[in-house]
């Protein structure tokens, strides 16, 4: 019901564009979410943003580079990504909650199947 699209291999200081398609009920779902996990790490809150509000969070690492939107007639998310850092390197999934907003993988209860970002020179 979620699918991810867009990864790759960009250079340092590059930029890349994440987008997730919701299908289904999913979309009804209040808010929703991109997470991110390395190897050995634990999965870890990028950005959420709610449905109808707009509202956002992003996580500290990342503020000021990466940014959230959603576009509600098409049922997607987005997740725009500049000044990308080595340790931005992750499997990237998008996720979606019953909650008003959610910084916890616990609160998601619908996940994708992730996409790689790999930063490296």
């Known amino acids: 019901q979620l699918a991810e699209s867009g990864g790759g291999l960009v250079q340092p200081g590059g930029s890349l564009g994440l987008s997730c398609a919701a299908s289904g009920r999913t979309f009804s779902r209040p808010a929703m979410a991109w997470f991110r996990q390395a190897p050995g790490k634990e999965r870890e809150l990028v950005a959420t943003?709610?449905?109808?509000?707009?509202?956002?969070y992003y996580a500290d690492s990342v503020k000021g580079r990466f940014t959230i939107s959603r576009d509600n007639a098409r049922n997607t998310m987005d997740l725009q990504m500049n000044t990308l850092k080595p340790e931005d390197t992750a499997v990237y999934y998008c996720?979606?909650?019953?909650?008003?907003?959610?910084?916890?993988?616990?609160?998601?209860?619908?996940w994708g199947q992730g996409t790689q970002v790999t930063i490296s020179s």
């Open positions: 943003i709610h449905w109808n509000a707009g509202a956002t």
């Open positions: 996720a979606a909650t019953p909650l008003w907003l959610g910084i916890r993988p616990s609160q998601y209860d619908v």
